[in-house]
């Protein structure tokens, strides 16, 4: 009852601060924007039959109507992205490209922006979903406890991104070089933006065999979402023979997958030898 009180009080003390104000003559105490009443009093005419000091009110005439602002250019997101993926010559400049590139909103909200990590030239290209918390910190895909698992599955079949040969190398990206705010999925149109760059990356890159790893890289590079249908199934996209595989970050909430993942590396491993 305290409180309500004091609210009350509050209340009906700015009332009548606001009433007190008003009947000094201060008609407008509230808006969006701070009034120049010198400037006001000069710009409206004087009401009719009024007179300024001992002459007769000259007639003003009406003033011309402000010209209306030219619209702003309209801007295509992916356009842009198109033309400074293309102008790219190596990886070095794309990267330099896709940090310069000013349309996308994740970009305002990330630390980092993060490009790649691994052996240039590598036979295996993974392409993962985003940047999580981990990797934004430092600037490299796929650091975190996804990472680790990883790196665990790939040395299995005797790949790593660490190995300086391009036969047993990894390279490894995303396809956005920003984390989401709370690691959400990235909008449809925040993919589009970055396809571009991502399919300059696997141009440059120039990988035998490019893995997708998730529904946000099968989005970019197949068209296509549905992971657990498509994993497993090599398809070709980009010039490119593609193998879809479930993330690591979904091997941890469902280990029951391991299996299956397996299976695809035991197939990727067979790819390569062949």
């Keep these: 009852m305290g409180i309500a009180s004091d609210i009350l009080a509050d209340w009906d003390a700015a009332r009548a601060a606001l009433e007190w104000l008003h009947e000094l003559g201060g008609i407008d105490p509230i808006g969006d924007a701070p009034v120049n009443r010198y400037d006001l009093a000069e710009r409206e005419a004087p009401a009719p039959g009024r007179t300024s000091g001992c002459a007769p009110e000259a007639r003003r005439a009406p003033a011309a109507p402000a010209p209306a602002p030219e619209p702003a250019p309209q801007v295509d997101p992916v356009a842009e992205a198109e033309r400074a993926a293309r102008a790219a010559p190596g990886l070095e400049a794309l990267a330099e490209a896709m940090a310069a590139y000013p349309h996308c909103e994740l970009k305002k909200g990330a630390r980092n922006t993060v490009f790649c990590d691994g052996r240039p030239g590598a ?23 996804a990472g680790q698992l990883l790196d665990r599955m790939f040395a299995a079949i005797g790949l790593g991104r660490a190995s300086p040969d391009a036969e047993r190398g990894l390279y490894i990206t995303n396809v956005m070089p920003w984390r989401p705010p709370s690691n959400r999925d990235p909008a449809p149109e925040e993919i589009a933006m970055m396809v571009p760059f991502l399919r300059r990356h696997v141009e440059l890159a120039d990988p035998e065999i490019v893995v997708v790893m998730g529904n946000t890289p099968a989005q970019a590079v197949l068209r296509q979402r549905g992971i657990t249908r498509l ?39 067979a790819r390569l030898r062949g």
């Design 123 to 145: 036979r295996v290209m993974i392409v993962g979903e985003a940047p999580g918390r981990d990797e934004d910190l430092e600037g490299r895909p796929f650091v975190g406890r």
């Design 231 to 269: 994993r497993g199934h090599w398809t070709e996209s980009w010039g490119k023979p593609v193998l879809p595989m479930l993330h690591p970050a979904y091997l941890l909430r469902n280990p029951g997958a391991k299996r299956e993942t397996w299976a695809d590396l035991l197939a990727l491993q």
